[in-house]
């Protein structure tokens, strides 16, 4: 069975870290981009930062760029988002993807939550 | 940046057609997909490349694009494609994803 399934969600205090992980299977981890995309509470989906299958580019929504960091382990079949100085507005769920030009697998969710 | 514009709501009747804009400018040149998310869970993908369906997704969904708006269009409605649909394009001048701001769909 094709999966995505993410981890490393949890409450962290403005200006904190965070890194959230993606478990790939059932397909060739190595074979595609794949990117993070959010979704606020209430709001709609905005897509995060992508990577091409061997690391060498990587992409990221303006808001995002500095603070975070996407990479990827294909011999663990692992994506990670790597989120610094994080913001109020980062609160949202983060949603790992496989990217076949369309986002065709979609994992469950981790929940971020920058509070103090 | 490149914005797309979705109409916040649509209301349809059970069996109608249920049709749902998607405006870029100058979309008709990209590839839109589309996707179908519940509450409380992942979206779904429904319609990819303006108009194709993945294995699973029922022929009542369609998509067509061209010039600056794109639709999906959803036939025989019925209570369950009652969800809220986001399309989506990758804007090739900056790299980056853009997800239009969702639809909501209401069955009436």
């Known amino acids: 069975e094709v999966q995505l399934v993410e981890s490393g969600g949890g409450l962290v205090q403005p200006g904190g870290s965070l890194r959230l992980s993606c478990a790939a299977s059932g397909f060739t981890f190595s074979s595609y981009w794949m990117s993070w995309v959010r979704q606020a509470p209430g709001k709609g989906l905005e897509w995060v930062a992508n990577i091409k299958q061997d690391g060498s580019e990587k992409y990221y929504v303006d808001s995002v760029k500095g603070r975070f960091t996407i990479s990827r382990d294909n011999a663990k079949n692992s994506l990670y988002l790597q989120m610094n100085s994080l913001r109020a507005e980062d609160t949202a769920v983060y949603y790992c993807a496989r990217a076949s030009d369309a986002f065709d697998i979609w994992g469950q969710g981790t929940m971020v939550t920058v509070s103090s | 940046s490149y914005v797309l514009t979705q109409p916040p709501s649509v209301s349809v009747a059970p069996g109608q057609t249920a049709r749902i804009t998607c405006g870029g400018n100058n979309i008709g040149s990209k590839s839109v997909h589309w996707y179908q998310q519940k509450p409380g869970q992942a979206p779904v993908l429904v319609v990819y490349d303006d108009s194709d369906r993945p294995s699973g997704i029922p022929e009542r969904f369609s998509g067509s694009n061209s010039g600056n708006t794109a639709t999906l269009t959803i036939s025989r409605v019925e209570a369950g494609d009652e969800a809220d649909y986001y399309c989506?394009?990758?804007?090739?001048?900056?790299?980056?994803?853009?997800f239009g701001g969702g639809t909501k769909l209401t069955v009436l």
């Open positions: 989506q394009v990758w804007d090739s001048s900056s790299d980056q994803g853009v």
